[in-house]
């Protein structure tokens, strides 16, 4: 649900599963095909602590990015070998 996935300060919570950066762009994929460019502007820990990269695999965080994504939407990091973000 909508609740589930945005917390209280706007962010959007993932289980990442490939390395990304703040920084970073990364794509929206939708389910109507449409792959939409995203920034992400800040990757923050359970705690809550601003962290720079997503280094561990099925560790969840929370991401501040420049496009909203909505509910069935996935996020994918380009050129990796298994590159979707599962939200």
Not at 1 to 16: A, M
Not at 22 to 41: A, F, L, S, W, Y
Request: hydrophobic content about 30%; some cysteine.
């Amino acid at each position: 649900s909508e609740e589930e996935t945005w917390n209280e300060e706007g962010l959007y919570r993932i289980e990442q599963r490939n390395k990304f950066c703040k920084g970073d762009v990364i794509e929206i994929m939708k389910p109507d095909g449409r792959n939409i460019p995203t920034t992400v502007n800040a990757i923050y820990d359970e705690e809550g602590n601003e962290v720079e990269s997503a280094p561990h695999p099925q560790q969840v965080l929370y991401l501040d990015l420049s496009e909203k994504p909505q509910q069935y939407d996935l996020l994918r990091v380009e050129n990796t070998k298994n590159p979707e973000i599962a939200i």
